[in-house]
């Protein structure tokens, strides 16, 4: 896999819930410098859910991540160079 291939996957919906059912599983078991509030996980989640639609209500949603910390031929998802 090139490295285009590995940073497209990696902004995938898929790899993105990969990462946080494994990050998930480690907060589960203590093993991360934060803890899940199961109490509190359905409110939260209908809050962020209420902002979301407040911001975006046609949920087109910009896209948005940390990809300005790879070096530039690294921003383009799928590129080969």
């Not at 090139?2 to 093993?31: F, H, M, T, W």
Request: hydrophobic residues 35%.
């Amino acid at each position: 896999m090139n490295k285009g291939s590995q940073v497209a996957y990696l902004l995938s919906p898929r790899a993105i819930r990969e990462r946080a059912a494994l990050v998930r599983a480690l907060a589960d078991k203590g093993k991360t410098h934060f803890r899940i509030n199961q109490d509190k996980l359905s409110e939260t989640s209908q809050f962020v859910l209420q902002i979301t639609k407040e911001n975006y209500p046609d949920l087109k949603i910009p896209f948005h991540s940390s990809l300005g910390t790879f070096p530039r031929r690294w921003s383009r998802p799928g590129s080969d160079s």
